[in-house]
């Protein structure tokens, strides 16, 4: 097993600082607790100079085709990786509007790709109606291509664009009137963290097993889906409810036993919010729910392992 890994710290997609630094510390960690090998891709930044108006945007039509720009160019350079056929290839933001890029990357190499979206929001809002005019809350309208927003926005993704049968939202809990509207109208398959508390995460995963069985995968993991006290480090608080970490273990156990991974994004990690101990737990649980989604839990190289045999078997 290796880590592949892809560094997208955007922040753009918000309106705080801090994101851009979540990938080096992802990083480091990962180096430090494991001795997988490691494929460094290196990191795209895009910083947010002026935090009070970036996450505004969107509600500037001048301004957005210059903003996707940037997501167009680690669009390739995510397709370029997964079509030379290295994965799973993490891509670590970030916030959430990366997966614009990844996402679309992804279902352009793998057509017929499921996508489990592990998440409180469901990121479907459009840059008419939302509230806040983040791109982070906007992923999956382009990539379902809602009011035909990609054909005016985003041309490079037509080719990556999803159908509403491929997503399966996991721990939904904090999702707007506009939002819900479209999960109904359209029936996207969805697991709210109330559905998940009340049936339990095992119950659930027998639901979702059939659904992504036999097809790639991409994951893409929202660490504000988890509850508040479990990994504070994150944008936007949400008080009441989210995963637990067990359930969260459960999911990562179920990824690695499908065998069918193929990319993930974890996003949403701000190292600048909290303090030193919570920035830790947080970053500590998303390293855990990816080791084990790609090793089920082990995780030290091969022949790390053969060295350490050998050392019981000569003491
Ligand atoms: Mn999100």
Known sequence: MRIN???????????????????????????????????????????????????????NPENIDWILKKYENIFYKTKQILTSGIDPLINWGGDHSIALATLGAFKTVYPNGKILWIDAHADLNHPSYSLSGNLHGMPLSFLLNLENIANHHTPWLLNGLISTKDIIYLGL???????????????????????????????????????????????????????????????????????????????????????NIKSMDIVEI?????????VEKTILLSLQFLLISLTGGSYESSSKQAQRSDQISLA
């Open 270 to 278: 701000n190292p600048l919010i909290g303090t030193k101990s919570q």
């Open 5 to 59: 890994f892809s560094g997208l710290g955007f922040e753009i997609g918000q309106k705080k600082l801090g994101l851009a630094q979540s990938p080096q510390l992802g990083r480091e960690y990962l180096r430090f607790l494991t001795s997988l090998d490691f494929i460094d891709f290196g990191d795209s930044n895009e910083l947010n100079t002026n935090p009070p108006q970036s996450g505004f945007v969107l509600s």
């Open 173 to 259: 809990r904090a999702v707007d009137p506009y939002e819900t509207q479209i999960i109904n109208d359209l029936g996207i398959t969805h697991f709210t963290d109330q559905e998940i508390s009340q049936r339990g995460i095992l119950n659930v995963l027998n639901d979702i097993r059939p659904l992504i069985a036999d097809s790639p995968l991409h994951v893409s993991f929202d660490i504000d889906s988890v509850e508040y006290e479990t990994a504070p480090s994150t944008g936007i608080k949400i008080e009441h409810g989210g995963l637990t970490r067990n359930d969260l273990l459960a999911i990562a156990i179920e990824i690695h036993r499908q065998k």
